[in-house]
């Protein structure tokens, strides 16, 4: 079997190879993360973002997009082609979610500009990461952020919608079959809400090119940075 360690390195195509890294550079912090995050070693993996990475002077932004993202992809990936367990795949993303919530006080944050976004995962993804990520990105832009998590029914998203009438509803879906699900959330959002602007993301798009423009909704995200650069031209901050 592929030793999954010593063959990472991050790419933005699931087809490219991937080849050893062994230089003191982000991409090898990036190994070494995804090492921690397979040996199941939390406090290792925390250790790497906050002494290796912080301390060091990478910028908090960096290692979420250039260390954890990256990382958790490949992990996606190593499960896909049955290189890890299901359980692995589990322990790993516990861990990610973990960094993430350790790194959240960290947050540099920009003054409030007074607009409230709402952040969700369609009905059935599990998959909270990319989400989660992303509040983290709004938060720091000034974004007054309400993150629901995983798998919200599209009629509870709509329970919220009205309870909270945010200025923005951010979709997340991961898995190409929960597109569906994405279609009912968007539809059921603009039949409660039909004025409000709607942006959609995560890495099911990657399998669904231009699926977007079928979609009506305001911009896709592609990623965490550009999410925040749409949201603020789309609400003029």
Known sequence: MEDPVTTFRYSTSPSEPVIPETENTLPHLRARYLAAQLAGNRTEALRLLVDD????????????????????????????????????????TAIA???????????PRDPPNGKVVLVSCVE???????????????EMAGFDVRFLGANVPHEHLGRMLRDVR????????TMSYHLPALRRAVEHA??????????????????????????DVSFHGKDARELVAAACRTLGV
């Not at 979610?97 to 947050?107: E, K």
């Not at 998959?127 to 709004?138: C, I, K, P, Q, T």
């Not at 945010?166 to 979709?171: C, E, F, I, S």
């Not at 399998?207 to 423009?213: F, R, S």
Request: avoid cysteine.
């Open 53 to 92: 990475g912080l301390l060091s002077g990478v910028p908090l932004q960096v290692l979420h997009l250039e260390v954890i993202q990256p990382a958790q992809y490949e992990i996606g990936r190593l499960w896909q082609e049955n290189i890890i367990s299901v359980a692995q795949e589990h322990q790993a």
């Open 97 to 107: 979610q973990l960094a993430l919530a350790h790194l959240y006080r960290h947050l």
């Open 124 to 138: 059935g993804e599990l998959h909270e990461v990319g989400a989660r990520m992303a509040s983290d990105f709004l």
């Open 166 to 173: 945010p200025d923005l509803l951010a979709l997340s879906v």
């Open 190 to 215: 603009r039949a409660v809400a039909p004025g409000l602007p709607i942006a959609v993301g995560g890495l099911a798009f990657r399998w669904a090119p231009g699926l977007e423009d079928s979609l």
